[in-house]
């Protein structure tokens, strides 16, 4: 079997629920070309050298061969410029750290802390709410509204706008989602339609932030002077809040869930968690590592020929760094394939590396601890009712759809 | 007894002796232990305080936003160490194998490592320095006192020397609203270890923050009033500047004295050692029983031709003495050579500083990425064609990638492109350090020596 076919079973959706045999397989030629020419990168030092390499672009601009084809990532050529994630410095720099200002360290280092309480309202109300425990979707009715409702709040975007939203991201992140075949263009065009709708309205919101901010992101973001940096345009006020927005709860979904069936997979350590809410902290970390939600990074390229490994990229080449694959490179970690949250230094590449290393992380962390821990203590006797679950379509942002749960009640 | 025998009885009850109980020194002895070491361990300082970091002194501390006595250095694990606190080595019996301290004591040992580090300098003039308001930065007693006086609202702070913990201190002053004035001998601050380029960055920083700041000259003599406490400082240009707490900030000297007359390779420059971190005696020969690790050894280095260096860093501290503690309990063949590359940060004026290699060694710089003017971008030096160090201001992302050219022998310049790459980063620039024959402080490299296998090797005194 060549190595082209690999990409493509890891794409394939049969293998969703365990991609790892094939990363496995991957890693044995750490830089593989695809017969379109994109390059695959697998194992953790190579990955982990790219993503702090000037010579890396994340700007679509810099593939040689236009983003039209079966690979493409919509936001290229949505009628948006694009986000911060998909610029390099110095714009990149300038957005992110404005994006920073609002917050995290230094200007508002205390934001996400001080959401501690908040969140865990929301986890207490949520759980609270289960109702029928001998079965449950916690997908729907947890890692799902958790993460929407923080991020919502934070950005200051109306939770009952959800359902009109959900839409849209729904349709974007599924144009992420590296497949073959069938018509691209259709899906570009349908991808990009979505972007813009989600984008006109946010546009609204910010043009109501304007008139009367609050003490969100989005009037922050709109009425904030940066020093140096200036003020954001409201173009990229909206670029920047699509990005937040999605970003925001369509990867914290996953790790929570795939936390929770990793947890249940692993009853000594759930165990252990129950009666010690602090070992969340290196259970999240060590599920960044072992079940981590983006799975890879596509489309990233190079300026100049780079060598690596013995091959050398051509300027231009689409490059795609499988973060998960990494993750478990045996080079790197001992006993990789094993979920072990007491093992000594976890520096996973779930958060990816770099400038472009997760905006979100800190809030990401504190949300994934903070249901961790509450559900461990309060279900009481949780039990999977499907092993493996059914998964979502996407290869990227891998997660179960639906995890249906049963226990024997909710403790108090 | 064979080798193997010996290693084997110095594991399980022999007697290991570390001088120097702060950084290099705790992590030395954490690392006997977690290798296995269950024989007695003594730990040696001459400071009454259990191991701290020093770093945090010369800002959070001096800004008052953590106490002095809170820099505690975190423990790896525990090290059950009999611990011999506030008591100085004194001399060293190199053939009776014992370590004499102050107290009349002596501690003999199978295997010593010498982690002394260095002192601050202080100000030479010795009645000027005993001017009530006369302050140097090394310790925690320092840094206490300093902070105090801080505290109090001086009318002026006056800092001699502009290296990294001399713009440091102006930095935490500036940021308590204090009016600071920095004296430096050299034409601009941090020249001596990055050269005029990054130098007159460094200068305007320190300038736009208000900063009084002086460079090319040298202060000749500090004013007491009749109560003894510091009132002004005279400048070689004639000027004279009033105030009432002066900083001296003028570099490090080894703590080394104790071993004289020891006939160790021991002196101004620090300890000779190999890369294995043995010291080497002052005929030359390596010891194998006697170790060092931290500001107070020079080790040669085979990425930087095998000069000897000697590293004022945090990190290169901490590996030279998991290196050392490793060999001191392993036969030839299993020692590892301490082949870290030098790495240093420093924050001041809200910037993070970083550099990797040794950019001091560079003769030519290239703004690979970012913008002098936004203060934000990476220098990488370049020697002989090659690719010696790299300093970031505010980029910290990058470096590594750097690093990777430095132990490469990457060529320079750098014959590609890279993202951010701005007008500055068109050609490479002379990286402008001072000639070497003029004595700056605040390089925190200093470079000499030969190769090891030039029989010169033996320990020669420094030139200053
Ligand atoms: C204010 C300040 C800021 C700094 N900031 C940075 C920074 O930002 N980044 C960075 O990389 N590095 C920084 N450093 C440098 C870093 O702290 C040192 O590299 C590190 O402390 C070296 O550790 P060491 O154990 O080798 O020496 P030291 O920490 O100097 O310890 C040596 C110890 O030995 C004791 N001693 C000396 N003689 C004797 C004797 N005869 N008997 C017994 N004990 C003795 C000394 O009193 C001292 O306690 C800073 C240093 C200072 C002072």
Same mark, same amino acid.
């Not at chain 1, 290196?282 to 489309?299: F, T």
């Given at each position: 079997?060549?190595?082209? #076919?690999?990409?493509?079973?890891?794409?394939?959706?049969?293998?969703?629920?365990?991609?790892?045999?094939?990363?496995?397989?991957?890693?044995?030629?750490?830089?593989?070309?695809?017969?379109?020419?994109?390059?695959?990168?697998?194992?953790?030092?190579?990955?982990?050298?790219?993503?702090?390499?000037?010579?890396?672009?994340?700007?679509?601009?810099?593939?040689?061969?236009?983003?039209?084809?079966?690979?493409?990532?919509?936001?290229?050529?949505?009628?948006?410029?694009?986000?911060?994630?998909?610029?390099?410095?110095?714009?990149?720099?300038?957005?992110?750290?404005?994006?920073?200002? #609002?917050?995290?360290?230094?200007?508002?280092?205390?934001?996400?802390?001080?959401?501690?309480?908040?969140?865990?309202?929301?986890?207490?109300?949520?759980?609270?709410?289960?109702?029928?425990?001998?079965?449950?979707?916690?997908?729907?009715?947890?890692?799902?509204?958790?993460?929407?409702?923080?991020?919502?709040?934070?950005?200051?975007?109306?939770?009952?706008?959800?359902?009109?939203?959900?839409?849209?991201?729904?349709?974007?992140?599924?144009?992420?989602?590296?497949?073959?075949?069938?018509?691209?263009?259709?899906?570009?065009?349908?991808?990009?339609?979505?972007?813009?709708?989600? @984008?006109?309205?946010?546009? @609204?919101?910010?043009?109501?932030?304007?008139?009367?901010?609050?003490?969100?992101?989005?009037?922050?973001?709109?009425?904030?002077?940066?020093?140096?940096?200036?003020?954001?345009?409201?173009?990229?006020?909206?670029?920047?809040?699509?990005?937040?927005?999605?970003?925001?709860?369509?990867?914290?979904?996953?790790?929570?869930?795939?936390?929770?069936?990793?947890?249940?997979?692993?009853?000594?350590?759930?165990?252990?968690?129950?009666?010690?809410?602090?070992?969340?902290?290196?259970?999240?970390?060590?599920?960044?590592?072992?079940?981590?939600?983006?799975?890879?990074?596509?489309?990233?390229?190079?300026?100049?020929? *780079?060598?690596?490994?013995?091959?050398?990229?051509?300027?231009?080449?689409?490059?795609?760094?499988v973060v998960a694959s990494g993750n478990r490179d045996p080079k790197r970690f001992s006993d990789p394939e094993t979920f072990d949250p007491d093992r000594g230094d976890i520096q996973h590449l779930g958060f990816g590396s770099g400038i472009h290393s997760c905006f979100g992380a800190p809030l990401a962390r504190l949300e994934a601890q903070l249901a961790l821990s509450e559900l461990a203590r309060r279900l009481d006797n949780p039990r999977l009712l499907e092993d493996p679950p059914e998964y979502r379509q996407s290869a990227v942002l891998r997660g179960p759809r639906h995890l249906a749960l049963a226990c024997d009640g909710i403790r108090p | 007894m064979s080798v193997d025998g010996f290693l084997q009885r110095l594991r399980s009850e022999g007697r290991i002796v570390v001088v120097g109980? #702060?950084?290099?020194?705790?992590?030395?002895?954490?690392?006997?232990?977690?290798?296995?070491?269950?024989?007695?361990?003594?730990?040696?300082?001459?400071?009454?305080?259990?191991?701290?970091?020093?770093?945090?002194?010369?800002?959070?501390?001096?800004?008052?936003?953590?106490?002095?006595?809170?820099?505690?250095?975190?423990?790896?694990?525990?090290?059950?160490?009999?611990?011999?606190?506030?008591?100085?080595?004194?001399?060293?019996?190199?053939?009776?194998?014992?370590?004499?301290?102050?107290?009349?004591?002596?501690?003999?040992?199978?295997?010593?490592?010498?982690a002394t580090g260095v002192r601050a300098r202080p100000w030479p003039n010795e009645a000027e320095a005993g001017l009530d308001g006369v302050f140097v930065l090394r310790t925690r007693d320092d840094a206490v006192a300093l902070q105090r006086r801080l505290a109090e609202e001086p009318r002026r702070v006056f800092v001699i020397g502009a290296g990294f913990t001399g713009s440091e201190i102006a930095s935490a002053c500036h940021e308590r609203g204090l009016p600071v004035t920095v004296a430096e001998r050299g034409d601009a601050p941090l020249v001596g270890a990055l050269g005029g380029v990054v130098g007159r960055v460094a200068a305007e920083l320190q300038r736009e923050h208000g900063v009084d700041l002086r460079t090319g000259v040298m202060v000749t003599r500090l004013e007491g009033d009749?109560? @003894?406490?510091?009132?002004?400082?005279?400048?070689?240009?004639?000027?004279?500047?009033?105030?009432? *707490?002066? *900083?001296?900030?003028?570099?490090?000297?080894?703590?080394?004295?104790?071993?004289?007359?020891?006939?160790?390779?021991?002196?101004?420059?620090?300890?000779?050692?190999?890369?294995?971190?043995?010291?080497?005696?002052?005929?030359?020969?390596?010891?194998?029983?006697?170790?060092?690790?931290?500001?107070?050894?020079?080790?040669?280095?085979?990425?930087?031709?095998?000069?000897?260096?000697?590293?004022?860093?945090?990190?290169?501290?901490? #590996?030279?003495?998991?290196?050392?503690?490793?060999?001191?309990?392993?036969?030839?063949?299993?020692?590892?050579?301490?082949?870290?590359?030098?790495?240093?940060?420093?924050?001041?004026?809200?910037?993070?500083?970083?550099?990797?290699?040794?950019?001091?060694?560079?003769?030519?710089?290239?703004?690979?990425?970012?913008?002098?003017?936004?203060?934000?971008?990476?220098? *990488?030096?370049?020697?002989?064609?090659?690719?010696?160090?790299?300093?970031?201001?505010?980029?910290?992302?990058?470096?590594?990638?750097?690093?990777?050219?430095?132990?490469?022998?990457?060529?320079?310049?750098?014959?590609?492109?890279?993202?951010?790459?701005?007008?500055?980063?068109?050609?490479?620039?002379?990286?402008?350090?001072?000639?070497?024959?003029?004595?700056?402080?605040?390089?925190?490299?200093?470079?000499?020596?030969?190769?090891?296998?030039?029989?010169?090797?033996?320990?020669?005194?420094?030139?200053?």
């Amino acid at each position: 079997m060549t190595q082209a #076919s690999l990409l493509r079973q890891i794409i394939d959706y049969s293998n969703r629920p365990n991609p790892y045999p094939l990363y496995a397989e991957l890693r044995n030629t750490p830089v593989v070309r695809e017969p379109d020419g994109a390059y695959v990168v697998s194992t953790y030092w190579e990955i982990e050298s790219l993503l702090h390499d000037p010579r890396v672009s994340s700007d679509a601009r810099n593939l040689s061969v236009p983003p039209t084809d079966d690979l493409s990532e919509p936001e290229a050529q949505s009628a948006l410029p694009p986000s911060f994630i998909r610029l390099d410095p110095p714009e990149h720099d300038r957005l992110r750290r404005m994006a920073n200002r #609002s917050f995290g360290p230094p200007h508002s280092p205390r934001r996400i802390n001080d959401m501690r309480g908040e969140l865990a309202e929301i986890v207490t109300g949520l759980i609270d709410g289960i109702g029928d425990t001998s079965r449950f979707d916690l997908v729907d009715q947890f890692s799902y509204p958790f993460p929407v409702t923080v991020i919502c709040r934070l950005l200051g975007v109306p939770r009952e706008d959800e359902p009109r939203f959900r839409t849209w991201v729904d349709t974007l992140v599924t144009g992420l989602d590296p497949r073959r075949g069938d018509d691209e263009a259709e899906r570009n065009r349908v991808s990009n339609e979505a972007r813009t709708q989600l @984008g006109m309205y946010l546009a @609204g919101l910010v043009e109501e932030r304007r008139k009367k901010p609050g003490d969100d992101m989005l009037s922050q973001l709109t009425t904030g002077t940066h020093g140096a940096d200036g003020s954001m345009t409201t173009i990229e006020v909206i670029t920047t809040s699509v990005l937040l927005l999605i970003a925001g709860h369509e990867t914290t979904v996953n790790l929570i869930t795939n936390g929770m069936l990793t947890l249940l997979r692993h009853p000594e350590v759930l165990q252990r968690l129950r009666e010690d809410p602090a070992y969340s902290v290196p259970i999240v970390e060590e599920l960044l590592r072992y079940e981590p939600p983006v799975q890879l990074l596509p489309n990233r390229t190079v300026l100049t020929d *780079v060598d690596i490994c013995g091959v050398t990229i051509p300027k231009g080449a689409s490059l795609w760094l499988v973060v998960a694959s990494g993750n478990r490179d045996p080079k790197r970690f001992s006993d990789p394939e094993t979920f072990d949250p007491d093992r000594g230094d976890i520096q996973h590449l779930g958060f990816g590396s770099g400038i472009h290393s997760c905006f979100g992380a800190p809030l990401a962390r504190l949300e994934a601890q903070l249901a961790l821990s509450e559900l461990a203590r309060r279900l009481d006797n949780p039990r999977l009712l499907e092993d493996p679950p059914e998964y979502r379509q996407s290869a990227v942002l891998r997660g179960p759809r639906h995890l249906a749960l049963a226990c024997d009640g909710i403790r108090p | 007894m064979s080798v193997d025998g010996f290693l084997q009885r110095l594991r399980s009850e022999g007697r290991i002796v570390v001088v120097g109980a #702060s950084l290099a020194g705790l992590r030395a002895a954490e690392t006997l232990r977690a290798e296995g070491f269950t024989g007695t361990l003594t730990l040696i300082g001459d400071e009454p305080y259990e191991p701290y970091d020093r770093p945090p002194l010369s800002k959070q501390v001096l800004l008052g936003r953590a106490s002095a006595e809170h820099t505690a250095l975190p423990r790896r694990r525990a090290i059950d160490a009999e611990w011999r606190l506030g008591v100085p080595a004194t001399g060293l019996d190199m053939a009776a194998k014992r370590v004499r301290l102050a107290d009349g004591d002596e501690v003999p040992y199978d295997r010593l490592l010498i982690a002394t580090g260095v002192r601050a300098r202080p100000w030479p003039n010795e009645a000027e320095a005993g001017l009530d308001g006369v302050f140097v930065l090394r310790t925690r007693d320092d840094a206490v006192a300093l902070q105090r006086r801080l505290a109090e609202e001086p009318r002026r702070v006056f800092v001699i020397g502009a290296g990294f913990t001399g713009s440091e201190i102006a930095s935490a002053c500036h940021e308590r609203g204090l009016p600071v004035t920095v004296a430096e001998r050299g034409d601009a601050p941090l020249v001596g270890a990055l050269g005029g380029v990054v130098g007159r960055v460094a200068a305007e920083l320190q300038r736009e923050h208000g900063v009084d700041l002086r460079t090319g000259v040298m202060v000749t003599r500090l004013e007491g009033d009749s109560a @003894g406490r510091v009132r002004a400082a005279h400048l070689s240009d004639g000027s004279e500047v009033e105030a009432d *707490v002066v *900083v001296v900030s003028l570099g490090a000297t080894r703590n080394t004295e104790w071993l004289a007359g020891s006939g160790l390779g021991a002196g101004p420059r620090g300890i000779a050692c190999d890369a294995g971190c043995r010291a080497f005696d002052i005929r030359g020969i390596v010891t194998d029983d006697i170790f060092v690790a931290g500001d107070v050894a020079r080790s040669p280095h085979p990425l930087f031709g095998y000069q000897f260096l000697s590293l004022e860093h945090w990190g290169n501290a901490v #590996s030279q003495a998991e290196i050392a503690a490793h060999n001191m309990l392993s036969d030839s063949v299993d020692r590892r050579p301490h082949m870290w590359v030098p790495a240093f940060w420093s924050s001041q004026f809200g910037v993070s500083i970083k550099s990797v290699g040794v950019p001091s060694m560079g003769t030519e710089i290239l703004i690979a990425q970012g913008a002098l003017a936004e203060r934000r971008f990476t220098g *990488v030096y370049g020697y002989q064609g090659r690719v010696i160090g790299a300093v970031t201001f505010d980029q910290t992302r990058w470096l590594e990638f750097y690093q990777h050219l430095i132990e490469t022998t990457a060529p320079f310049p750098p014959p590609f492109p890279t993202v951010d790459r701005r007008s500055d980063g068109q050609r490479p620039l002379p990286a402008d350090f001072p000639d070497p024959s003029v004595p700056t402080h605040g390089p925190t490299v200093t470079l000499s020596g030969y190769s090891p296998a030039d029989r010169r090797i033996t320990f020669t005194p420094g030139r200053h």
